[in-house]
């Protein structure tokens, strides 16, 4: 069975600083994995995806993530936050069934 | 990407009372989904909906409580009936195209609801 676990539920960064924020995942065959964003009041937006093509995806804002099959993880990185990504960010795996599967959620704060 | 409006974007009902969301689409897309996001939490799938047949319910959710329709491939909508104090949540429906990208969801906005 697939799952994706998020490691940490909060995250404080200040502006400017480099964003991480974790993810492993769980998989019997090579996955697709994504990143989803929520800002406050609003639905979710697709950042990136992996889908068993180039191990480092660039997503939308400046982000990017790397798929490592021998650590089992789909990291999500930005060189320096902007306080404009203040948000909860998910990360995603799709199962077998093709159904998504979806993380606990990291809820990112910027101090400025 | 498709765009995806949902209406209500937020409502207030009293317990015992059914609401029901509507889902549209720019464009004609071959899956459509509903999820539930309770208060604090991730997002859980309610059913697939699908165009024409009865929709395809997770674990955890029945007909009774939410029925879906999908008349078309660009409409769907989800009621949920006979509401109480723990249906409080944000109701998402998302789109998927095959013919596109066979990967990928895509959400809507929300429909964010309370039960009091």
């Known amino acids: 069975a697939q799952s994706v676990t998020q490691l940490d539920s909060h995250v404080s960064v200040s502006e400017g600083t480099p964003v991480l924020l974790r993810c492993n995942y769980s998989?019997?065959?090579?996955?697709?994995l994504f990143w989803y964003v929520q800002h406050p009041n609003k639905g979710l937006q697709l950042l990136l995806k992996?889908?068993?093509?180039?191990?480092l995806v660039k997503g939308i804002n400046g982000f990017e993530a790397e798929f490592k099959k021998s650590e089992t993880s789909f990291h999500l990185t930005k060189p320096s936050a902007h306080m404009s990504d203040a948000a909860e960010y998910f990360c995603?795996?799709?199962?077998?069934?093709?159904?998504?599967?979806f993380g606990t959620g990291t809820r990112l704060q910027v101090f400025p | 990407s498709a765009v995806i409006s949902q209406k209500p974007s937020r409502d207030i009902c009293q317990r015992g009372t059914s609401l029901t969301i509507q889902c549209q689409v720019d464009s004609q897309v071959t899956m459509m989904f509903w999820y539930r996001q309770q208060p604090g939490q991730s997002l859980t799938l309610i059913a697939t909906a699908n165009q024409g047949s009865e929709a395809t319910y997770e674990s955890g959710f029945v007909i009774d409580k939410f029925p879906i329709s999908r008349p078309n491939l660009t409409f769907s909508t989800l009621t949920v009936s006979n509401m109480s104090p723990e249906d409080s949540s944000i109701y998402l429906c998302?789109?998927?195209?095959?013919?596109?990208?066979?990967?990928?969801?895509?959400f809507g906005p929300g429909t964010r609801l309370l039960v009091l």
């Open positions: 992996y889908t068993s093509a180039a191990t």
């Open positions: 998302s789109v998927e195209d095959l013919a596109e990208d066979q990967e990928t969801q895509y």
């Open positions: 995603v795996v799709r199962g077998n069934t093709d159904k998504l599967i």
């Open positions: 998989s019997s065959y090579s996955p697709s």
